[in-house]
């Protein structure tokens, strides 16, 4: 089809596909990077939102799961399996709807979005709830696919990784360089491995002339990689990083370590504080777990370890009308009004 022919075909040189490979698309790819004025001169950096949520399910999960369903089905798998905590599973159901398999997802019970659900479910996935959370799923799915004909799709599969670290080809290719920080929310960590490989290979090979330091970001009750250890219960209302024990968890502390950059916890409030104010003054509206980035941002800047005139990119990771939960509770109910202009113009105090 004509257009942006989704990253496998954009970036197909620096992917494992071949010409026999069977591409399997949505066009995913080639979102927005925004400048974000309010966050620049709230911190006197240049800062820039990479807006995932414009990808075709919503979230940077069709970055990996484009080359993950991809390659599946090259081997010839008639069904794959995941474990998520929403939007893993809305964006595996789309691409096996796609490739015409059976796709099936194992979600904790009662802690994943509505509209997420309601991916995974429109696109006729097998879903089964889990009486455990994400990290029970996750052992449960891997057990399936060792013992059961049928592929993991989570970020433990290096396809997932290989597809989104495209993400930071766009950027690179957008602003003509790496940026000196790039912020992030984490929570499997497959999502930091993938960014900080991307841009190492930018780097390696010249397209870019450095690599920037990666800032990673974990929910306060979710933070087994700042705490050190593995978190048994996690809790946040960003469910999407609701994750006590990170599948990628040793490449997010060579990411850290290796880019000299930082993990640091955001709290709750915090994470509300930075999905308000990117929906009011950036007029971008993303879930609560994509947040996260931008929170950790603003309190390293709070905390006076920010320096100035920096180039800073935040990945934003998902659509906001997933998970619209918070933005109506956050906001007064609405007024009811006749069919009338004078009462309209009253309640608007025109
Ligand atoms: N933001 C969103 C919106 C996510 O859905 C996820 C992960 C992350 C950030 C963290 O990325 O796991 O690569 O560190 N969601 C997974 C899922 C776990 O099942 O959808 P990560």
Request: hydrophobic share 45%; glycine share 10%.
């Given at each position: 089809?004509?257009?942006?022919?989704?990253?496998?075909?954009?970036?197909?040189?620096?992917?494992?596909?071949?010409?026999?490979?069977?591409?399997?698309?949505?066009?995913?790819?080639?979102?927005?990077?925004?400048?974000?004025?309010?966050?620049?001169?709230?911190?006197?950096?240049?800062?820039?939102?990479?807006?995932?949520?414009?990808?075709?399910?919503?979230?940077?999960?069709?970055?990996?799961?484009?080359?993950?369903?991809?390659?599946?089905?090259?081997?010839?798998?008639?069904?794959?399996?995941?474990?998520?905590?929403?939007?893993?599973?809305?964006?595996?159901?789309?691409?096996?709807?796609?490739?015409?398999?059976?796709?099936?997802?194992?979600?904790?019970?009662?802690?994943?979005?509505?509209?997420?659900?309601?991916?995974?479910?429109?696109?006729?996935?097998?879903?089964?709830?889990?009486?455990?959370?994400?990290?029970?799923?996750?052992?449960?799915?891997?057990?399936?696919?060792?013992?059961?004909?049928?592929?993991?799709?989570?970020?433990?599969?290096?396809?997932?990784?290989?597809?989104?670290?495209?993400?930071?080809?766009?950027?690179?290719?957008?602003?003509?360089?790496?940026?000196?920080?790039?912020?992030?929310p984490?929570?499997?960590?497959?999502?930091?491995?993938?960014?900080?490989?991307?841009?190492?290979?930018?780097?390696?090979?010249?397209?870019?002339?450095?690599?920037?330091?990666?800032?990673?970001f974990?929910?306060?009750?979710?933070?087994?990689?700042?705490?050190?250890?593995?978190?048994?219960?996690?809790?946040?209302?960003?469910?999407?990083?609701?994750?006590?024990?990170?599948?990628?968890?040793?490449?997010?502390?060579?990411?850290?370590?290796?880019?000299?950059?930082?993990?640091?916890?955001v709290?709750?409030?915090?994470i509300?504080?930075?999905?308000?104010?990117?929906?009011?003054?950036?007029?971008?509206?993303?879930?609560?777990?994509?947040a996260a980035s931008?929170a950790?941002?603003?309190?390293?800047?709070?905390?006076?370890?920010?320096?100035?005139?920096?180039?800073?990119?935040?990945?934003?990771?998902?659509?906001?009308?997933?998970?619209?939960?918070?933005?109506?509770?956050?906001?007064?109910?609405?007024?009811?009004?006749?069919?009338?202009?004078?009462?309209?113009?009253?309640?608007?105090?025109?």
């Amino acid at each position: 089809s004509p257009g942006w022919p989704g990253l496998i075909e954009a970036y197909r040189s620096r992917l494992p596909v071949s010409d026999t490979t069977p591409v399997i698309t949505l066009h995913e790819g080639a979102t927005p990077l925004v400048h974000a004025r309010e966050l620049s001169s709230r911190t006197g950096c240049e800062v820039y939102l990479k807006v995932e949520g414009a990808n075709p399910t919503g979230s940077f999960k069709d970055r990996g799961m484009t080359m993950a369903i991809t390659k599946a089905v090259e081997e010839g798998a008639k069904a794959v399996i995941c474990a998520s905590t929403g939007n893993t599973s809305a964006s595996a159901a789309a691409y096996a709807a796609r490739a015409g398999i059976t796709c099936a997802v194992l979600v904790p019970q009662g802690k994943i979005a509505m509209g997420k659900l309601a991916q995974a479910l429109v696109h006729g996935a097998q879903l089964l709830q889990v009486e455990g959370n994400f990290d029970d799923c996750l052992a449960l799915a891997s057990k399936l696919a060792i013992d059961y004909p049928v592929s993991l799709v989570n970020s433990v599969n290096q396809y997932r990784i290989e597809g989104q670290k495209t993400a930071s080809f766009e950027i690179v290719d957008v602003l003509g360089d790496a940026p000196d920080i790039h912020c992030l929310p984490v929570g499997n960590a497959g999502n930091i491995t993938a960014y900080w490989q991307g841009y190492r290979e930018y780097a390696a090979d010249g397209t870019a002339t450095s690599t920037p330091r990666m800032w990673g970001f974990q929910a306060a009750g979710a933070a087994p990689i700042v705490n050190g250890a593995v978190v048994e219960n996690p809790s946040t209302i960003a469910t999407a990083i609701r994750i006590g024990n990170p599948a990628s968890w040793t490449k997010a502390l060579a990411a850290r370590d290796d880019s000299g950059g930082r993990i640091d916890a955001v709290t709750d409030r915090a994470i509300l504080s930075a999905y308000r104010l990117l929906a009011r003054t950036e007029a971008v509206f993303v879930e609560p777990a994509s947040a996260a980035s931008v929170a950790g941002l603003l309190q390293v800047h709070a905390a006076g370890e920010l320096e100035p005139g920096q180039r800073i990119v935040c990945t934003v990771t998902g659509n906001g009308l997933k998970d619209p939960e918070w933005a109506i509770s956050g906001a007064p109910a609405p007024i009811t009004i006749p069919v009338d202009a004078a009462a309209a113009a009253a309640q608007l105090g025109l």
